[in-house]
């Protein structure tokens, strides 16, 4: 089955940038792929998600203008790239995938997930 796993976290700078990367690997293919992030004490927050059917990429509100998805289907990743990081984007990214083309903003509705990639950005 697909496996997911992500690349590019660390420690950055408020107003810094800093770009994830999410590979995936496997048998079967995933029409949406999604960003999603979780802080200690915190709800697991939608950040973001990309669908091979087309149509605009998604991004929750708190990272929209800021962070930008795109999808490589020739080499079956997905990309995140952060800018004008604040510290209140410091948390775990995890990199979401499920077959079905329509974007859900639902971390229930994705059954393929990474490790997960610590994000921190300082003050």
């Known amino acids: 089955q697909v496996q997911l796993a992500e690349s590019g976290g660390g420690l950055v700078q408020a107003g810094g940038s800093l770009t994830l990367s999410c590979a995936a690997s496997?048998?079967?293919?995933?029409?949406?792929m999604a960003w999603f992030r979780q802080a200690p004490g915190n709800q697991r927050e939608f950040v973001a998600a990309i669908s091979w059917a087309g149509g605009s990429p998604v991004y929750g509100d708190s990272v929209r203008g800021r962070f930008a998805i795109s999808r490589d289907g020739t080499k079956n990743s997905a990309s995140l790239q952060m800018n004008s990081l604040k510290p209140e984007d410091t948390a775990v990214y995890y990199c979401?995938?499920?077959?079905?083309?329509?974007?859900?903003?639902?971390?229930?509705?994705?059954?393929?997930w990474g490790q997960g990639t610590q994000v921190t950005v300082s003050s």
């Open positions: 979401a995938a499920r077959s079905p083309t329509v974007i859900s903003r639902d971390w229930r509705q994705y059954n393929k």
């Open positions: 496997g048998r079967s293919f995933s029409n949406v």
